[in-house]
């Protein structure tokens, strides 16, 4: 008797070494969200109360060389500097996951690019016919990518906050979800926002920028060696006109993600050691706990009380608050609903339709790179621009509010999942589920 062939499952378990990896990275994240919710809700408070003039004058104030373009008050430094930390990290991941993780197996990476790429253009198509569709003012439409952005510092700060244990393949989704939103985020920043081209400047940054690929690429991660080429690189990518952030990307993307059996004598680095896991153990906690929650707390300050009226009769801020509510929903449930319609796919054993939409929800969580966008594209202190921050809030919250209800449901399921993932009978350090034989074949978990 023959047996129809099995058909092929999607947000499969990962490998052991997979699952681990995303577990620490996931962890770091989980604890600086926890920082930029606390950042986030001083800087709320401090700007609503009647101190909210110190706040101003903080954020405000400016320091820098003058002849390099770095005369930059408090709050661009966070965002123009600090946040290219953030990039440099998710450069490195970007790479890592498109070399050796999930994204190097088009069977594995299809749904999460897919969800990620509808999670980005439906929330940009919601708020174009949202502000259109109300009468577009001014410079409205200038915010289309606002809504598009996945925070994922927020988002697991949200899942620590009310207990959920998500499955090992639903964390890793979320965070390749998160890595490719990343990507199409900062492809946005520097071909959308970007006013002003210095082509010289430009030219001149592949210079420093060459010689840090070199250096990484021979072993050599000496701090005091590199951070000079790096900041280097990264005042000149300002000075060209593109946003800086886009030099933390460039500079992460040129980090080795693959360890050599022999390294040059005059290494800093063993055989075998892999240079990009290096730099983002030391890096991510920074990123992570300082240079996202420093941002935060300097573009979470908008003021609530007599600002509500003007941010609901704002059609940008109606258009934010769709798009990342409903935009991101449709978009990333849709995709994933696309792939397994087209590919006769189904989804792993035990999960449901519900964790997807779970997902989606928490995808609505666009703090960071949002605010980021909404300065960029309405300037810094501008009055569109507190409109923004308070869609952003209001909108984010939302989400992270039915996000929560969705997956609290789903709960128990979760823990008995989690209970199965962390049974190890023979001992031997790695639980029996990632060791069977049919983990990573296809038409099996």
């Not at 408090?74 to 600090?82: F, I, N, R, S, V």
Request: a neutral charge; charged letters at 15%.
């Amino acid at each position: 008797m023959t047996h129809p062939p099995l058909r092929p499952r999607i947000l499969r378990r990962p490998s052991w070494a997979e699952a681990q990896r995303v577990a620490a990275a996931l962890r770091t994240e989980t604890v600086g969200g926890a920082l930029l919710l606390a950042a986030a809700v001083a800087a709320l408070l401090w700007a609503n109360s009647p101190w909210r003039e110190g706040y101003a004058a903080l954020r405000d104030f400016s320091f820098g060389p003058h002849a390099l373009h770095l005369d930059l008050s408090l709050g661009q430094w966070a965002a123009d500097g600090l946040l290219a930390i953030f990039f440099f990290v998710a450069g490195l991941e970007l790479k890592r996951e498109f070399l050796v993780g999930d994204l190097r197996d088009p069977a594995k990476a299809a749904v999460p690019v897919v969800a990620a790429l509808c999670g980005v253009a439906l929330p940009a198509a919601l708020f174009t016919a949202v502000v259109l569709g109300l009468g577009p003012s001014g410079d409205a439409l200038r915010g289309w990518a606002v809504p598009t952005a996945t925070d994922i510092a927020f988002a697991l700060a949200v899942l620590a906050v009310i207990g959920t244990h998500l499955p090992a393949s639903l964390r890793s989704f979320l965070l390749t979800l998160a890595v490719v939103d990343d990507l199409v985020a900062i492809t946005i920043i520097a071909i959308f926002y970007t006013s002003s081209l210095d082509l010289p400047a430009l030219a001149l940054a592949v210079v420093p920028l060459a010689v840090f690929a070199f250096l990484v690429q021979r072993r050599f991660t000496q701090w005091w060696l590199l951070l000079p080429l790096a900041v280097a690189t990264w005042a000149l990518v300002h000075a060209s006109g593109i946003h800086a952030t886009v030099a933390g990307v460039l500079l992460g993307l040129t980090v080795p993600v693959r360890p050599r059996e022999s390294v040059p004598r005059l290494s800093t680095l063993s055989a075998g050691v892999d240079v990009a896991q290096r730099f983002e153990h030391r890096l991510r906690p920074l990123s992570a706990g300082v240079a996202v929650p420093v941002f935060a707390f300097f573009a979470a300050g908008v003021t609530v009380v007599g600002g509500l009226g003007a941010t609901f009769a704002d059609e940008v801020a109606l258009g934010i608050m769709v798009g990342l509510v409903a935009g991101k929903l449709v978009g990333v449930f849709g995709g994933t609903w696309l792939v397994t319609r087209f590919t006769r796919a189904e989804l792993d054993e035990g999960l449901s339709w519900w964790d997807v939409l779970g997902l989606s929800l928490l995808a609505g969580i666009g703090f960071t790179v949002s605010l980021l966008v909404g300065e960029l594209a309405f300037g810094t202190g501008s009055e569109r621009d507190d409109h923004v921050k308070l869609a952003v809030l209001m909108g984010s919250v939302l989400a992270a509010l039915l996000a929560s209800v969705v997956l609290r449901t789903r709960n128990r399921v979760y823990r008995r999942i989690a209970l199965e993932e962390s049974e190890d009978a023979d001992q031997d350090g790695i639980p029996d589920v990632f060791q069977r034989s049919d983990v990573d074949t296809p038409g099996r978990g």
